[in-house]
């Protein structure tokens, strides 16, 4: 089984995007096969905001602190961090070379479309440089809300699948007809964010083959440490966490994984 293979099963691959080690070290005691990073939640982290090119070096961290997860791990690349093609290669061949199966790099930089050769050019160099690795091609036309349009998508989108790219993400798009037209078009497997009111198994019925949790996670968990807090201030019930001793367990064998392996 690989990454690749994921994508190929009765079900949807469900993703969930870590911010941290004890994030994607959770992600896989609950028993998911794979674990993305979410460029917000990393950025987010670091007090800045996302699409900025400033979680570079916190992401290549993690990655390399992940490296003994005991699972496929992808990673959210944001533009890919350069406007030169082979610059964004040489990133991705040295988080190959951490152990990295995939990336996903997004065809917008600083809020704005990119020119498509030139995200299809970074597409190339990346497979050129790391053939192994699987690249999860992103189209931001529905998330910024610009040519947001089933033809302007695909033309995008088939640039890439023409550049050697394994899959194909279009976060922001939603509408069932619209997925089911993207899943059918396209020759790569389909990857979209969490649809609120879809299960996982109906959008695989939608020919989706990929649904990432994106920084939802990352904001729910924020949203939850507040209610703790809250919830103690106001004396009101705690909700119930894991308990100490076994984050505490989780982290050592992390730990003793990396220094084995």
Do not use: C
């Amino acid at each position: 089984m690989t990454f690749a293979d994921l994508h190929h099963g009765p079900r949807p691959l469900l993703l969930p995007n870590a911010w941290d080690v004890a994030s994607a070290l959770a992600f896989v005691e609950a028993g998911f096969p794979a674990v993305g990073t979410t460029s917000f939640g990393v950025s987010a982290a670091l007090g800045t905001p996302d699409a900025g090119r400033t979680s570079r070096q916190a992401t290549v961290d993690l990655v390399r602190r992940l490296r003994a997860l005991p699972a496929y791990l992808t990673a959210d690349i944001e533009d890919g961090y350069s406007d030169d093609p082979a610059e964004v290669a040489d990133l991705v061949a040295a988080l190959a070379d951490e152990g990295l199966a995939g990336v996903n790099v997004e065809d917008s930089t600083s809020g704005e479309l990119i020119d498509p050769a030139a995200h299809a050019a970074k597409v190339a160099a990346i497979k050129a440089a790391a053939p192994h690795m699987f690249v999860n091609a992103r189209v931001e036309t529905y998330w910024l809300n610009k040519n947001a349009t089933v033809d302007a998508t695909l033309d995008r989108a088939r640039a890439y699948v023409d550049a050697g790219a394994d899959g194909i993400f279009v976060p922001g798009a939603t509408d069932p007809a619209v997925l089911e037209r993207f899943a059918s078009a396209l020759p790569l497997p389909l990857n979209v964010l969490v649809v609120p009111g879809r299960t996982v198994g109906q959008l695989g019925e939608l020919g989706v083959r990929r649904v990432s949790t994106g920084s939802l996670p990352y904001r729910a968990a924020v949203d939850a440490a507040v209610a703790v807090a809250t919830a103690v201030r106001d004396g009101h019930d705690v909700p119930p966490a894991t308990p100490y001793p076994e984050a505490q367990a989780r982290l050592e064998r992390h730990v003793r994984r990396a220094t084995d392996g």
